[in-house]
């Protein structure tokens, strides 16, 4: 009778094994699209798991409230609206001089009868810098001004893009979260069948020593899986300036993107999109507008003044002033600014040239690694997955014939469950490699 109850009980976790593994992506037909899935809620391990799995977040969400929520975003912001007021300024003349002078006696201040010098000077004087001088420094503060849109630019996009990666990890640990949780109340029913086994003399210690060691392992996993759940909702709450234990909800359903492009595509899209290769080339500008200006210098500014005197009884007198600024120590000042603009200017070309080296390997490197981690799902989703569960499905027959040892079958599922959790990392990896490459291309690979 015990030896019937225990076969009863193998042949409802083989059922249980089928039907559990039947479910993953890799049980589909070759070349259709594999569906990451969100929807099962996990299970009770922790008790903050459960909460975060009754609602769903989805990457819109995140990405619309850090740029509502995030100050550094929002303080960048002010930075550029700050430079664009000062482009006016820069051209616009100076502030006129007014002066007032009493040629007479001191005390008390009063005109001098009878002196024709003495008289009451009211003077309004405006400096005029050379031409072309103004409309230079207005075109440098705009080219500043240009900059620091293309951080503000480069901000969001960075942000955006660590808000991907963040919701990537958290899906894959979710993923992980609900596959290992499945694999161990499948290992908890073997546990249960070797100990039955065990009892009724068809099965070894070993055995239920074994399922238990790993039963114990799998719960290890959770464990580190839920220390891992906090750190990535914490990173999303960082980015969107909430609190660190807020509550973030599981992650919806995604599509895995597609790479439409090639490496020659990106590299070609940096050139032009990328706001840091956009930030040096304004900066090339704006170093070559500090030549012009600097060339400038070597010429005179000029002022015009106009003065009034009230002489009381005498004829009132008015006066025209014109003052010039002369360079005459140009070789020790004009010629060494000169010759610093035209270094910064040098040193803004080099600049350029690194950078854009740098930012082509870094295209490359998020591009190797996107279409490994593509290939890898490929693989994994075709041929290494459905082969695990077909020897897993082959295990199981040879288990209850008696052809396969407890830790065939064992090895079987365990090796099935690193190749599911193998395969969910894999795309995680493809959506986190292109979200880094959007803020280096400028263009949007993920949604």
Not at 198 to 226: F, N, P, W
Not at 273 to 281: A, F, L, N, Q
Not at 331 to 336: N, Y
Request: glycine share 6%; charged share 25%.
């Amino acid at each position: 009778m015990k030896t019937k109850t225990a076969w009863g009980g193998m042949w409802a976790i083989a059922v249980a094994i089928v039907m559990a593994i039947s479910g993953f992506p890799g049980s589909l037909a070759a070349g259709e699209q594999p569906p990451p899935k969100s929807q099962e809620r996990p299970a009770s391990i922790e008790s903050f798991i459960d909460t975060g799995g009754k609602t769903t977040v989805t990457l819109d969400e995140l990405i619309k409230a850090a740029i509502e929520g995030n100050a550094g975003l929002s303080a960048s912001m002010e930075s550029v609206n700050a430079a664009r007021q000062m482009v006016l300024p820069a051209r616009t003349l100076p502030d006129p001089m007014f002066t007032f002078q009493n040629m007479g006696d001191i005390i008390p201040p009063q005109l001098q009868a009878e002196d024709p010098s003495s008289g009451r000077f009211f003077t309004l004087e405006q400096e005029l810098p050379f031409p072309g001088k103004l409309d230079l420094k207005g075109k440098i503060a705009s080219t500043e001004a240009d900059v620091q849109e293309m951080g503000h630019s480069l901000f969001h996009l960075q942000l955006i893009s660590a808000v991907k990666v963040a919701y990537y990890d958290l899906s894959f640990i979710y993923q992980s979260l609900k596959t290992v949780r499945k694999s161990k109340e499948l290992l908890q029913e073997i546990v249960e069948i070797a100990r039955t086994r065990y009892a009724v003399g068809q099965g070894v210690q070993q055995d239920v020593i074994k399922a238990q060691v790993e039963l114990s392992r799998l719960i290890d996993r959770l464990v580190t899986l839920v220390k891992e759940l906090r750190t990535a909702e914490s990173r999303i709450n960082d980015r969107l300036n909430r609190p660190i234990g807020t509550p973030v909800g599981a992650p919806a359903e995604f599509e895995k993107a597609e790479l439409r492009y090639s490496l020659d595509d990106l590299l070609k899209f940096s050139e032009t999109g990328s706001p840091v290769i956009k930030t040096r080339r304004i900066e090339i500008d704006r170093r070559q507008l500090g030549v012009e200006l600097a060339q400038k210098e070597f010429y005179p500014d000029f002022a015009l003044g106009f003065t009034y005197v009230d002489r009381d009884d005498q004829p009132e007198m008015y006066g025209l002033m014109l003052k010039a600024k002369l360079p005459l120590y140009f070789w020790r000042k004009q010629a060494p600014e000169l010759q610093a603009a035209r270094a910064n200017l040098s040193g803004a070309r080099m600049m350029l040239r690194e950078t854009a080296s740098d930012i082509g390997l870094q295209i490359r490197e998020s591009y190797v690694a996107a279409t490994t981690a593509d290939q890898l799902v490929g693989l994994y989703y075709t041929a290494i997955v459905p082969q695990a569960r077909l020897s897993l499905e082959s295990a199981i027959a040879g288990y209850q014939t008696g052809k396969v040892d407890f830790l065939t079958l064992l090895d079987s599922l365990l090796t099935l469950l690193d190749y599911e959790l193998k395969y969910y990392e894999a795309v995680s990896e493809v959506q986190k490699a292109l979200a880094r490459l959007e803020p280096l291309t400028g263009i949007e690979l993920t949604k």
